[in-house]
């Protein structure tokens, strides 16, 4: 079958798009490439936080499965690459009040428990955890994504598009992956831009905690440092850095614990990126061109494009597959029929 490849388009070099063209590739059923204006690593995925927790997405039966389909891929293909720069960490979001219910995508995570008494900084009274969860270096991790996309053949060009029938001239199948840049390329208008500052000092913790009961704050141990933050400030396209984000997320991160107090840390940097928020993820097929191009749009993760990453990449080469042949294209990629082409 590898002389009768589909030649298959992604728009956007996220953790999204990249964790996409690799599952693509692997099938062997697909050539990919994966145009995008920003490439590792000045893309929003380099900017984030990167711990394995769902986190500002819905709907949450579905952001349930891919989180758990991705937790499970983890443990099989990635976790024990060092190239990789993730970490098995335990994942504990905590409450100063108590709390009775649980999360809606805890019916498909085996490992969610209730945290115990003494799990608890002083001052919280409840919390949920999961053992096996997971936390990245963001630059190691999506460099990991390149390598390993272009290890398996696909190719990367960076190229701005701005009308999707650019991608019709030469694509017969198009994913969408453009994250907030949707918002222009399809004229959804439902998508929006959630700021999040993080700063990185060079502490280490044992594990990953979240406070999002009155605000957000969490602190995420990674291989060579530790993220502290952080902010959630929905249509708001400030990129920079602000000295009053930087002073809340430092005070917010002192109440989990006084190791985070200004005078025990040394700051090593502050990033700000912008989340992808949507009332909910997109993931579904769509036919354009009078049913003769096929658009599978993967976008809108909010705050868990890491944690749902693979399950959506799964979800949508399934959709690729389900739906490719309902396009009138002979299954033999453009590049192959130039080669054989070429022989006669």
Known sequence: MSNN???????????IGLSTGIVA?????????????????NTTSNKAAALWYPFLCNPPDKVGRWSAETLEYFKKHIINDPKS????????????????????????ISSFRRIRKDELPEGYVDGYAVDDGFVMDTDLYMDYLVQSFRDYGGVIEQRFVADMRECFVNYDIVVNCSGLGSRELVN??????????????????ERSIIDEEDHIAYVIPRINNTVLGGTAQEHDYNTEPTKKDTEEILKRAAMISP???????????VKVGLRPQRHEIRLEEEFCQGGSKLVIHNYGHGGSGFTVSWGCAEESVKLIDQFKDKLPINSISRSSQSKLVSKL
């Open 5 to 15: 490849k589909i030649d298959l388009l992604i728009i956007g070099c996220g953790c």
């Open 85 to 108: 720069g993730t970490l098995v960490k335990k994942v504990n979001e905590i409450f100063r009040n108590p709390k009775e219910e649980e999360p809606g995508w805890r019916p498909f």
């Open 25 to 41: 590739l692997k099938t062997g059923k697909y050539n990919v490439t994966i145009w995008a204006k920003d490439l590792p690593p």
């Open 259 to 269: 190791n985070f107090a200004k005078n025990k840390i040394e700051i090593l940097g």
């Open 188 to 205: 959804d208008r439902t998508i929006y831009p959630c700021r999040g500052q993080i700063i990185v000092i060079n502490n280490s913790y």
